[in-house]
């Protein structure tokens, strides 16, 4: 379990060194509401897992993280929570991507890697739909902020075994994945019906972080935060 003092100081760190910079992070459980400003900012996509469109989302099941700067929205990123008990995330993913992406064929995920460890269940957080306004890309230290902001906002909120998430090849090839903290990561995990979904291919990576991993993490940065 995660230190709560560890996560106070992570979090304050990152939401300082933000403000440093100008930048104001809002917290927003209403999902409607968040994909109205990420469409304000450019994004023309949302994916099923994410959208209030096919989940009934509550603040106990998942909210946004926005930065502002200068008053206007610039970058966005989502989360949601999931107690996936004993299954396997193969069966788990096969399932609910076959609700989320309805193919005509009645297949849409035709496989997931059973390769991921053996604990990788339970209590669930799956981070996505991370979007910067293309005007302001560029900075991979104010998106390290973010991201180890959001892994303390989950830890607060919710006891969690996993955080995880699915990454395009070249974003974990440019060396993303790491910053943002993830410390298992996973090549071509799934295997798409095709026509495959809007933003999905073969060549996607699960890229996650184990609670024990967390902890860890967390307590090495909470005594170091220079190194964050």
């Not at 993280?65 to 949601?80: K, S």
């Not at 989320?100 to 990788?120: I, K, Q, R, V």
């Not at 071509?188 to 095709?194: E, L, N, S, T």
Request: proline share 4%; net charge neutral.
């Amino acid at each position: 379990m995660v230190r709560s003092l560890d996560l106070i100081k992570v979090g304050g760190e990152c939401l300082g060194a933000l403000a440093e910079g100008g930048i104001e992070v809002d917290m927003i459980s209403d999902f409607n509401e968040a994909e109205r400003i990420v469409t304000s900012m450019g994004k023309n996509e949302m994916t099923a897992k994410l959208s209030g469109r096919y989940n009934d989302f509550t603040e106990e099941s998942g909210f946004w993280l926005f930065m502002r700067e200068h008053g206007e929205y610039v970058t966005g990123i989502a989360t949601r929570y999931d107690v996936v008990g004993q299954e396997s995330m193969a069966d788990y993913m096969i399932r609910t991507m076959r609700r989320h992406y309805p193919n005509p064929s009645g297949e849409t995920l035709l496989d997931f890697t059973t390769a991921l460890p053996p604990s990788f269940h339970g209590r669930m957080a799956y981070i996505g739909e991370l979007f910067v306004r293309p005007d302001r890309r560029g900075s991979r230290q104010k998106l390290r902020y973010l991201m180890f902001l959001l892994h303390s906002c989950i830890a607060t909120k919710w006891q969690v075994d996993w955080i995880y998430a699915m990454m395009r090849d070249r974003d974990v090839k440019a060396g993303f994945a790491t910053n943002y903290g993830f410390t298992t990561q996973l090549p071509g995990v799934a295997r798409w019906a095709k026509p495959a979904p809007p933003g999905r291919d073969d060549s996607e990576w699960l890229v996650a972080i184990s609670a024990s991993h967390l902890s860890h993490m967390m307590a090495h940065y909470a005594r170091s935060l220079e190194r964050l």
